[in-house]
């Protein structure tokens, strides 16, 4: 779209969006869940091969879910955070084509972050708000992961147990008069290293002797959420009067 065309599209929204509900010094709890969602273009599958022998680890996706904690600072502008839990999914194959063997289990990689974001917020109606954010996130991971088949098995070990991401979103919310705000977006989630190594493990079992031939690769951890939310109601005036109050009593 040519942006002569654009300006006149936009120009309502942003006039709108100076008539705002009074957003700032109000916090709002929120809880989430964020299905993952399994794109070609951040790199889903990686492999590995040698001599006869092929590994493949596949992310099939997942499940975050967690709280935020919204501050707005102006009736535009809104600081968020929050604690989430992510479950990445993966499909791991091992191959022989000389036995003809192959194999696919799965293994679970668990981790928490603790996201911090700034949020800019455009009326669109009424009672419906497009809002952008961009921020950062530490990640946490507590533990490897190993998983095993018939004749193998993959070993996933963190990088670091603590790692730093890049995160940004963008969607609509529908702010009610009582019963609190619903929303819906998507989130995009990059670490900066990656996520961690998964070591792909074939048993040989014989003649003559038995052997393992392992092939390391690396997974980079990024990944695309749809965000459905819900903001518990906090009525301004109620936070106008707590902080009222509290003036006072100092």
């Known amino acids: 779209m040519r942006a002569p065309l654009v300006l006149p599209l936009l120009l309502p929204a942003l006039l709108v969006g100076g008539e705002a509900v009074a957003q700032a010094g109000v916090a709002t709890l929120g809880l989430q869940v964020k299905p993952v969602v399994v794109t070609n273009y951040f790199d889903p599958s990686v492999d590995a091969e040698r001599e006869h022998l092929r590994y493949v680890m596949d992310l099939k996706g997942g499940f975050a879910f967690g709280m935020s904690v919204r501050v707005g600072i102006t009736n535009t502008i809104s600081l968020e955070t929050g604690l989430g839990s992510i479950r990445r999914n993966y499909a791991f194959t091992l191959a022989n084509d000389t036995s003809l063997y192959q194999e696919t289990g799965t293994v679970r990689y668990a981790g ?139």
């Open 112 to 250: 928490y972050e603790l996201p911090i974001t700034g949020l800019v917020h455009m009326r669109l109606g009424e009672r419906t708000w497009m809002n952008t954010a961009l921020g950062a996130s530490l990640d946490f991971y507590p533990s490897d992961v190993e998983a095993v088949v018939k004749e193998g098995s993959v070993y996933i070990f963190r990088r670091n147990w603590a790692q730093a991401s890049v995160l940004g979103n963008i969607g609509v919310e529908y702010r009610t008069p009582k019963s609190g705000t619903f929303y819906v977006g998507a989130t995009y989630h990059r670490p900066f290293n990656d996520l961690a190594l998964a070591d792909l493990t074939w048993n040989y079992f014989g003649p003559p002797a038995a052997r393992t031939f392992t092939e390391r690769v690396s997974l980079n951890g990024s990944y695309l959420t749809v965000d459905l939310r819900y903001y518990f109601h906090e009525d301004p005036d109620k936070a106008r009067l707590r902080k009222q109050r509290s003036k006072r009593g100092s």
